[in-house]
C-alpha cells in the first residue's frame, strides 16, 4: 500500500471530528509525564471532549476548506487536540483546569463556533461557564425578582389579617 493510503483513512477521521465539533483547541504538551496524561485524558473523556495526537501535516490536509482552517499556522512542534463535541467552552475550560496542575500543557490556539482565537484570548473563552451554569444562573436571575415580590405580597396579607 502506497504512504497517502495509510493516511487517508487518519485525515478522514480527523474531518470527521472537525465536521462536527463547535470547538477544537490545540495544546503543547511536551514535558507531561504518562500520569498526568491519563488524568487529562480521562477529565476530557468525562466531559464529552475528544483529545487526540496527530501529525501536524494530517491536520492541516483536514482542516483545508473548513473553519478551523485558521489553526494551520499554529501547527508547530508536539500538538494534540481537544474537540468540543457538544459544549463549544468545554476543551478549553477543561484544559484550563489542568494547566493550573500542569504547568507543561500549554494552549497553542482555538476556534468556538467559528471564531480564531490566540492562546491568550482562548484563556478567556476557559473562563466562561458552562451552558448549563449560564442558564441555571439566567433562570435564577429572573425567579428572584418575582420570589421577592410573592413574599412581599404575603407580608401584606398577613399584616391585613
Known amino acids: 500500500m502506497a504512504k497517502v493510503e495509510l493516511k487517508q483513512p487518519i485525515v478522514e477521521e480527523i474531518k470527521g471530528y ?4 463547535k470547538a477544537a483547541v490545540l495544546v503543547d504538551y511536551r514535558g507531561l509525564t ?3 496524561d491519563t488524568e487529562l485524558r480521562k477529565k476530557l473523556r468525562d466531559a464529552g471532549v475528544v483529545y487526540k ?3 501536524n501535516t494530517m491536520l492541516n490536509f483536514a482542516f483545508k ?3 478551523f482552517e485558521a489553526l494551520s499556522n499554529d501547527l508547530n512542534g508536539p500538538t494534540a487536540i481537544a474537540f468540543g463535541m457538544d459544549d463549544a467552552t468545554a476543551p478549553a475550560r477543561i484544559l484550563l483546569e489542568c494547566i493550573k496542575t500542569m504547568p ?3 494552549f497553542k490556539a482555538g476556534v468556538v463556533e467559528g471564531n480564531y482565537y490566540d492562546d491568550k484570548k482562548i ?3 476557559a473562563t466562561i461557564p458552562s451552558r448549563e451554569i449560564l442558564i441555571s444562573k439566567l433562570l435564577g436571575s429572573l425567579q428572584s425578582p418575582i ?5 412581599v405580597i404575603k407580608q401584606i396579607a398577613e399584616k391585613q389579617a
Do not use: P
Open 104 to 106: 507543561k500543557l500549554e
Open 147 to 151: 420570589t421577592n415580590f410573592a413574599r
Open 123 to 125: 484563556q478567556v473563552i
Open 53 to 55: 495526537v496527530y501529525k
Open 18 to 21: 472537525v465536521s462536527t465539533a
Open 34 to 36: 504518562v500520569a498526568q
Open 65 to 67: 476548506g473548513t473553519e
